[in-house]
């Protein structure tokens, strides 16, 4: 059996797509003679009628986001327990709210840093969101390092602490030396020494090695990614964007 011809195969899938029964396209049953003649045939009218290409192209797409949306979904129901009580990562904004917003974050990331404005937007006009914060720097060793001291702070110093340093961390431009955490904490008052010698220890370790298992299980590679609840949110939303699916998710509840 010889292969499809291109234009055959293009045109198989064009129509298939667009609705036309598979049944009536054996393309396997013709001669190389019918088959020859039959691409061109198509490949006439596919010329003559491109906008059936970028129909189906479309449609494809289309059937691709909704397969991986619904991949997503399960990923989330799947590890929901974790997403929303792992028992160590900051909560802020509402602990009491209905919906819950999960934001993995790296300090370094360009685009948690135009997030960070956007989520707080949000928690300011709502009030009744829950925020997690799930640290997970993958953006090289300054990216570790800054993580390292803010889960250091707050285990040494609390949650307040902690929510001080993040804030000051996703402001911060330079390079998170030594020299520049021990002038952050002292400038927010806190124990410099205390904090960064807790942060190479093993309770940090493992709360970083935790969170990035989490996020291989959720197929997580970039950051911000959101779980706003229980729906996977992948890259940059304005906060205009995440209140219309907050209302959404209200309405689905109710």
Request: charged share 25%.
């Amino acid at each position: 059996m010889k292969p499809l011809t291109r234009a055959a195969a293009m045109a198989a899938t064009a129509l298939s797509l667009l609705g036309a029964p598979a049944q009536a396209f054996d393309l396997t049953a013709m001669t190389d003679a019918e088959r020859e003649a039959f691409g061109a045939e198509v490949r006439a009218y596919l010329l003559e009628n491109p906008e059936l290409i970028l129909e189906a192209v479309d449609l494809l797409e289309q059937r691709q986001q909704e397969a991986e949306a619904a991949r997503d979904d399960a990923l989330v129901a799947e590890n929901m327990e974790e997403l929303i009580n792992d028992g160590y990562s900051w909560v802020g904004g509402n602990p009491d709210g209905d919906i819950t917003l999960v934001e993995f974050m790296d300090y370094r990331c360009g685009y948690c840093r135009r997030a960070a404005p956007e989520v707080a937007e949000l928690l300011e006009n709502d009030g009744n969101i829950r925020l997690i914060i799930k640290e997970f720097p993958i953006l090289g060793e300054a990216s570790v390092m800054a993580s390292r001291f803010a889960v250091a702070t707050k285990l040494e110093a609390g949650d307040d602490a902690y929510k001080q340093v993040h804030d000051a961390l996703i402001a911060f431009t330079g390079e998170p030396n030594e020299v520049a955490l021990r002038r952050l904490a002292e400038g927010l008052s806190l124990d410099a020494d205390a904090i960064l010698a807790r942060m190479d220890s093993d309770e940090v370790t493992a709360q970083l090695r935790q969170t990035r298992a989490l996020a291989q299980s959720l197929a997580i590679s970039g950051t911000p990614t959101f779980v706003l609840g229980t729906e996977m949110l992948r890259g940059f939303l304005p906060a205009e964007q995440m209140e219309i699916m907050v209302t959404e998710i209200r309405e689905q509840q109710s």
